[in-house]
T-cell receptor, first 113, second 110 residues
Framework: DVKVTQSSRYLVKRTGEKVFLECVQD?????MFWYRQDPGLGLRLIYF???????EKGDIPEGYSVSREKKERFSLILESASTNQTSMYLC????????????FGDGTRLSIL | GENVEQHPSTLSVQEGDSAVIKCTYS??????FPWYKQELGKRPQLIID?????GEKKDQRIAVTLNKTAKHFSLHITETQPEDSAVYFC?????????FGKGNQVVVIP
């Protein structure tokens, strides 16, 4: 069974802090994704990666960056956290190629005060 | 990019009845359509998916139908049970990414 693990379930940070959200998958998947989930807005893609050291912008990349130094790990970085980045963040992974099902982690509920 | 609309936003059904959720998509090149179920406080989980070369797919009490001409696809849940209560998300794959609908809250009334 695919396991996508996010480092924290709940996180509270202050405005202006640099925040790191970590995600690890154990299925040797090529593709990894970061979404944020807000009530009434569904899941919105922030960034994704199809390979190590490769990244592509999603639909809402502003204020975020990512890092993929190893195949199993995909990090989301909030360079200078702001209150409008308070949200649920979901990581997902999928096998290489297109049209592959994505498997999600449990999510990190991030609050920026 | 792809735009996925999901209707209705909330659906209440009596236990044992059927539930149908419909999604429309904008990009005719989209070719993969998964459905996810998210229970309260839990991760979205894939429950069924369909590819554009197939018109219908069934898995026990759930089924998905795809109409490529009209660019819509639907989730059908038969003999609903209380554990079917959740938020359901549809998605369409196009432009190298999945675009999700905003979700549909299904409430099964015992």
């Amino acid at each position: 069974d695919v396991k996508v693990t996010q480092s924290s379930r709940y996180l509270v940070k202050r405005t202006g802090e640099k925040v790191f959200l970590e995600c690890v998958q154990d299925m040797d998947h090529e593709n990894m994704f970061w979404y944020r989930q807000d009530p009434g807005l569904g899941l919105r893609l922030i960034y994704f990666s199809y390979d190590v050291k490769m990244k592509e912008k999603g639909d809402i990349p502003e204020g975020y960056s990512v890092s993929r130094e190893k195949k199993e790990r995909f990090s989301l970085i909030l360079e200078s956290a702001s209150t409008n980045q308070t949200s649920m963040y979901l990581c997902a992974s999928s096998p290489g190629g297109s049209n592959q099902p994505q498997h999600f982690g449990d999510g990190t509920r991030l609050s920026i005060l | 990019g792809e735009n996925v609309e999901q209707h209705p936003s909330t659906l209440s059904v009596q236990e044992g009845d059927s539930a149908v959720i419909k999604c429309t998509y904008s990009d005719s090149a989209s070719n993969y359509f998964p459905w996810y179920k998210q229970e309260l406080g839990k991760r979205p989980q894939l429950i069924i998916d369909i590819r554009s070369n197939v018109g219908e797919k069934k898995d026990q009490r759930i089924a998905v139908t795809l109409n490529k001409t009209a660019k819509h696809f639907s989730l059908h849940i038969t003999e609903t049970q209380p554990e079917d209560s959740a938020v359901y998300f549809c998605a369409a794959y196009g432009n190298n990414r999945l675009a999700f609908g905003k979700g549909n809250q299904v409430v099964v009334i015992p």
